[in-house]
């Protein structure tokens, strides 16, 4: 088990968050000093968690194209809606870590999405710009559920690697909740590369505009 530094609460401020579709929550958002990698992750508490007996946890890598323009290149924007809903209800925490194109940064991604334009799949594409599949570290995660005084979690996530690093990092995780599969048209390559080269626990059905 790795043994991580020891992060610190800096802000809780209350914040109600309303999504495109209407639907609406309170939340509270929390900061933190001392996270390894110097970013501005964000924990939002959803939700009691403290009354669950055990608290549904999310780790949602941030994608603005995704998450804030509606981009239906990949699924994120509706995981992170699905997830504030379903975490809301049991009690929870999502974590949004600023990891951008699983860690290569915005302007990185684009570039990565041009590749994507000439053929090459998502992780293919990062291998070609010099960068691993997937960059990220899911310590500064780590950090943060230990500041918030949260022990075992089940976490809410399709891909493998983030319960593995986590237990890595002496999280103890009860169960994996497989989030839902928001397929379209236009990011079905992407999900299909998911569980290629990542084993993502992604069931894809065929989709009606696609079908003979």
Same mark, same amino acid.
């Given at each position: 088990?790795?043994?991580?530094?020891?992060?610190?609460?800096?802000?809780?401020?209350?914040?109600?968050?309303?999504?495109?579709?209407?639907?609406?929550?309170?939340?509270?958002?929390?900061?933190?000093?001392?996270?390894v990698?110097?970013?501005e992750?964000?924990?939002?508490?959803?939700?009691?968690?403290?009354?669950?007996?055990?608290?549904?946890?999310?780790?949602?890598?941030?994608?603005?194209?995704g998450?804030?323009?509606?981009?239906?290149?990949?699924?994120?924007? /509706?995981?992170?809606?699905?997830?504030?809903?379903?975490?809301?209800?049991?009690?929870?925490? *999502?974590? $949004? &870590? =600023?990891?951008?194109?699983r860690?290569?940064?915005?302007?990185?991604?684009?570039?990565?999405?041009?590749?994507?334009?000439?053929?090459?799949?998502?992780?293919?594409?990062?291998?070609?710009?010099?960068?691993?599949?997937?960059?990220?570290?899911?310590?500064?995660?780590?950090?943060?559920?230990?500041?918030?005084?949260?022990?075992?979690?089940?976490?809410?996530?399709?891909?493998?690697?983030?319960?593995?690093?986590?237990?890595?990092?002496?999280? /103890?995780?009860?169960?994996?909740?497989?989030?839902?599969?928001?397929?379209?048209?236009?990011? *079905?390559? $992407? &999900? =299909?590369?998911?569980?290629?080269?990542?084993?993502?626990?992604?069931?894809?059905?065929?989709?009606?505009?696609?079908a003979?």
């Amino acid at each position: 088990m790795t043994v991580i530094p020891e992060a610190a609460i800096r802000t809780r401020v209350r914040v109600p968050l309303r999504f495109g579709d209407g639907y609406s929550v309170d939340s509270e958002l929390v900061t933190f000093h001392g996270l390894v990698d110097g970013q501005e992750h964000l924990a939002v508490v959803l939700g009691e968690p403290h009354a669950a007996e055990t608290p549904l946890v999310r780790l949602h890598s941030e994608c603005l194209t995704g998450d804030v323009f509606g981009s239906a290149r990949c699924d994120c924007g /509706p995981q992170l809606r699905e997830a504030v809903e379903r975490i809301a209800l049991r009690g929870g925490y *999502l974590l $949004y &870590l =600023r990891q951008e194109g699983r860690g290569i940064g915005l302007y990185n991604k684009l570039d990565a999405y041009a590749l994507q334009d000439q053929g090459r799949d998502t992780y293919a594409a990062n291998v070609e710009l010099g960068f691993p599949e997937d960059c990220r570290d899911y310590t500064a995660a780590a950090q943060m559920l230990a500041a918030l005084g949260v022990g075992g979690i089940d976490l809410l996530s399709n891909n493998p690697d983030k319960a593995g690093q986590l237990h890595d990092l002496g999280v /103890p995780i009860r169960e994996r909740v497989p989030t839902g599969v928001h397929a379209t048209a236009q990011n *079905l390559r $992407y &999900l =299909r590369a998911k569980i290629e080269h990542t084993q993502h626990t992604i069931t894809l059905e065929p989709l009606p505009e696609l079908a003979n």
